[in-house]
């Protein structure tokens, strides 16, 4: 059975901090790594990181996928108040090719 | 291009009682994926619908049904309901049924509430 298992449960950091986001999954026959926020109500994508695309960035948030280690951090920096919201890492695998799965999240707040 | 249109956003139900959930697939996706996420959890898969026919399953009991209509919109209906049942609902659509190459695209998701 596939899991991701995501570190820190929580964080608390003040505007401008940087801040690093763990995921870390077993499955069988890797496909895709995935990073959502979740603010309200429905996750909205961030990033998606397979073999061929290893590292993405947009503006002030970037992700790196390590295959080696099966793990994926997410970083943000010169964070801002509405960043404050649950960040979800969901994986793919081969096995079940139709599905994510997904880990509990980190719940990020972000003080002013 | 709308997106994922789920219906309604907000429920409450009294335990034994039955609940029908409704998503309108984003324009040109052919697949609707249903999860459900309990308070303080990550999303946990239900089941998959590709061209009106269950595709996958996740580790969800029988009275967790769906369908998915020609149009490619969908319903998630719940029997029987439980106090653990009491979670937001989100769907999502794609097209084709293999995750491995496009994101997912929630839609708002349905609070349900089991009293």
């Known amino acids: 059975e596939d899991k991701v298992v995501q570190s820190p449960l929580s964080l608390v950091v003040h505007e401008g901090d940087t801040v690093t986001l763990n995921c870390s999954y077993e499955?069988?026959?890797?496909?895709?790594l995935l990073w959502y926020k979740q603010e309200k109500k429905a996750p909205t994508f961030l990033f998606m990181l397979?073999?061929?695309?290893i590292e993405k960035k947009s503006g002030r948030l970037s992700s790196i996928l390590d295959k080696k280690e099966l793990s994926s951090i997410l970083n943000i920096t010169a964070t801002q108040t509405g960043d404050s919201a649950i960040y979800l890492c969901a994986v793919n695998s081969g096995g079940s090719n139709y599905k994510l799965t997904f880990g509990k999240g980190t719940l990020l707040t972000v003080n002013p | 291009e709308t997106g994922v249109t789920q219906s309604p956003t907000h429920l409450i139900k009294t335990r034994g009682q039955q609940v029908t959930l409704r998503c309108s697939s984003q324009s040109g996706h052919n697949t609707v994926s249903w999860y459900q996420q309990a308070l303080g959890q990550g999303p946990q898969f239900i089941f998959q619908y590709y061209r009106e026919e269950e595709n996958g399953r996740g580790n969800f009991p029988p009275r967790f049904s769906g369908l998915q209509f020609p149009n490619y919109s969908s319903e998630l209906n719940v029997n029987a309901l439980e106090l653990d049942d009491s979670a937001l609902y989100l769907c999502?659509?794609?097209?084709?049924?293999?995750?491995?190459?496009?994101?997912?695209?929630f839609g708002n998701g349905t609070r349900l509430t089991v009293t």
């Open positions: 999502a659509s794609s097209w084709g049924h293999d995750l491995g190459n496009s994101p997912l695209h």
């Open positions: 397979t073999s061929s695309g």
């Open positions: 499955v069988t026959n890797f496909r895709s």
